[in-house]
């Protein structure tokens, strides 16, 4: 697809979320007292106007770069937002120390390294470097889970 | 103005705390300089979490230690390797390269890190002698001019950004909608947070910061080859002193290339890149013989590396003066200072000189870290480049997503990294800037705030926010920014005969 048509879908995108950021903005409750100035809506509508302005100039100028863009193997970054989003949500009951180590030797994977050793290795030292830096040295409480617990890993939360 | 607070920086500097930050911070900026796809901003991302558990002199030494280290790291691999590992040493890559090529890399080497320290500290001196007068300046600027300030920021580095001025603004004024995420602050009323408590506090910089450029790097990377590594055996080479006859010789390009680097550098959206290779254009304009240029000369190594390190300092000036950041980098720096609870401008100057004077002669001593660096660590620190991809993105991955969830140990913020990783990514490849995302989020409540002040001030003429001279200045200045992607389409034109 050439970039041209994709900054018009763009703007397209960006006419919406203009004018539902106006709309929302309606919806926020304007001062007790004092002029339109005080209003907490009158940035947000500001804003919106000038989002929806911008973006319908970006989706109706004419021409526009023609080159085609590449988005090369951009399913292994979604594929990579996906085991993260996942990863994100398995943290809190799993365990950093479970969650942690399976995520980054998938990660890994997706990035290509298939040496096993090297995986093993890398995720191990990567999760208890981060366990001894945020937990240890910042004393960051990071998230306790239950296969954590099952993995006799509990104590090195105290 | 800053006389025995400069003197007294020096012992807070003895601190080892204050001095393990800075060195640890040079080298580490000379590092993610040296590793190709990361570079200095993305390391002051991730860094500035950790800052919440140092004092104020500490983070900001630390900060401005990996600015410092980073805009030199890259002009390692740019010479050995031909890879400038930040776009800010491309220019450097031009002579450097072939320098090294014709058996000269120790001396290429040499040339680099000397010009660079020699370009921090020029920039440095001259923030420390001029910022207090433009500080002192700013103390006439009221609200009104404070609001155009803010968008005289976000318009300069909305229309110098790399795309359309068009997807500047369009970048800025997203930035600018996620900073009113949150509770209204003279109102207390919330805005955007569809029911979620958490985002009363609006949303986190870090998070948005993260993903946009860590998270949106790694997806980016991911594209690649990431199985290959770069091959780094046998390039490293112990740099060698500059001859003296080669530095009095060279003494011109130094010293005007470090403050073309300084001034570049003071505007906002310019950075070091333009400096570079703008520094880089004169040395050769300026030069008996500019067709050796390309060919492995040393004026072209000392213009662009005098220059990209002169950029620290120079965009220092703005940021701490007046509270406009000029770019990214200095953006997430003006956000150190508000995690601390200090507002960069002309009340920093007066309430915080201890502060100031502590970060100006840390910088001036992360230049002389740099130089031991520079001469003698770098040889092994270029094998950094070697380092394969599987291993820097897992390594990137988790310090982004421990640092977001640090920041308040929430999951809703590792999430939101993970959302701006995938809006940075679309932005990426559809030509956005995100710089003045970034610019927009961290001016976003100052314009806000200033401009309802001034308007109540004025009870609610618009007018007569425009007539204060200072404030006409400004808004003179912006008009030019906006108008001249048109005008100078228009000069443009009949040279190319429209087909530009």
């Excluded at chain 2, 900001?60 to 031909?82: C, H, K, P, R």
């Excluded at chain 2, 930040?86 to 890559?93: G, H, Q």
């Excluded at chain 2, 795309?163 to 997203?174: E, H, Y």
């Excluded at chain 2, 003045?436 to 314009?447: F, N």
Aim: net charge positive; charged share 10%.
């Amino acid at each position: 697809m050439t970039l041209a048509r994709l900054e018009r879908v763009a703007g397209a995108c960006g006419a919406a979320l203009g004018l539902g950021v106006y709309l929302v903005a309606r919806s926020i409750p304007g001062p007790p007292s004092g002029g339109w100035m005080e209003d907490p809506a009158f940035w947000p509508r500001i804003l919106a106007g000038a989002i929806l302005v911008l973006s319908a100039l970006l989706a109706l100028r004419p021409g526009g770069p023609e080159r085609a863009v590449s988005f090369g193997r951009a399913e292994r970054g979604l594929l990579l937002l996906a085991i993260s989003a996942a990863y994100v949500w398995a943290l809190g009951w799993a365990g950093y120390f479970a969650a942690s180590t399976l995520w980054v030797a998938i990660i890994m994977v997706l990035a290509g390294e298939r040496r096993w050793p090297v995986i093993v290795a890398t995720s191990l030292i990567l999760t208890v470097a981060g366990y001894l830096v945020f937990w240890k040295v910042m004393v960051i409480a990071l998230p306790v889970g239950i296969i954590d617990a099952r993995l006799g890993l509990a104590s090195l939360y105290r | 103005m800053m006389g025995w607070e400069l003197v007294a920086a020096f012992a807070r500097l003895a601190d080892p705390v204050n001095l393990l930050a800075l060195g640890l911070s040079v080298l580490g900026g000379v590092l993610v300089g040296v590793i190709p796809g990361l570079g200095p901003f993305l390391a002051i991302v991730v860094l500035l979490p950790f800052t919440f558990h140092l004092t104020p002199d500490a983070s900001l030494l630390a900060l401005v230690g990996i600015f410092i280290g980073g805009s030199y790291g890259g002009a390692v691999t740019a010479i050995l390797l031909g890879i400038p590992g930040t776009p800010l040493a491309a220019a450097t890559m031009l002579d450097g390269r072939p320098m090294a090529e014709r058996g000269e890399a120790g001396r290429a080497l040499g040339l680099a890190v000397t010009a660079s320290v020699f370009g921090g500290i020029v920039s440095v001196a001259l923030l420390t002698a001029f910022s207090p007068l433009l500080a002192r300046l700013a103390l006439n600027f009221g609200p009104a001019e404070y609001t155009l300030l803010g968008i005289l920021g976000l318009t300069t580095v909305a229309s110098v950004a790399p795309g359309s001025t068009l997807k500047g603004l369009l970048a800025a004024s997203f930035g600018l909608l996620l900073a009113t995420v949150g509770s209204d602050s003279p109102t207390a009323t919330p805005r955007f947070t569809f029911g979620l408590v958490t985002l009363n506090a609006g949303l986190g910089l870090i998070p948005v910061l993260l993903g946009l450029f860590s998270i949106a790097q790694v997806v980016v990377m991911l594209e690649g080859d990431t199985s290959r590594s770069t091959a780094v055996s046998g390039v490293a080479r112990w740099p060698q002193w500059p001859a003296a006859g080669e530095v009095r010789r060279l003494a011109p390009t130094y010293v005007k290339s470090s403050v073309i680097g300084t001034l570049i550098g003071a505007l906002p959206g310019a950075g070091g890149v333009i400096a570079a290779f703008v520094s880089y254009a004169e040395a050769r304009r300026a030069s008996r013989h500019p067709e050796r240029f390309g060919t492995g000369t040393p004026e072209g190594i000392v213009a662009s590396e005098a220059a990209n390190s002169a950029v620290t300092g120079g965009a220092l000036i703005p940021t701490l003066t007046l509270g406009i950041p000029g770019d990214a980098i200095t953006a997430v720096i003006m956000g150190a200072l508000f995690i601390h609870g200090l507002t960069p401008g002309p009340n920093l100057y007066r309430d915080h000189t201890d502060l100031l004077a502590t970060v100006f002669v840390g910088m001036l001593l992360a230049n002389l870290f740099m130089l031991l660096i520079g001469m003698y660590v770098v040889r092994a620190v270029v094998y950094a480049a070697g380092v394969r991809a599987t291993l820097v993105i897992p390594g990137v991955l988790l310090i982004s997503v421990l640092a977001a969830y640090a920041v308040q140990t929430s999951m809703l913020d590792v999430g939101i990294m993970f959302l701006f990783g995938l809006i940075g990514y679309l932005m990426r490849k559809l030509g956005f800037p995100l710089a003045p995302v970034v610019l927009g989020m961290v001016l976003g409540e100052l314009i806000e705030l200033s401009l309802r002040r001034a308007l109540t001030v004025a009870d609610g003429d618009v007018l007569a926010l425009l007539t204060r001279p200072y404030a006409l200045g400004i808004i003179g200045l912006i008009t030019i920014l906006l108008l001249w992607p048109v005008l100078g389409r228009k000069r443009l034109a009949p040279a190319t005969g429209g087909a530009e």
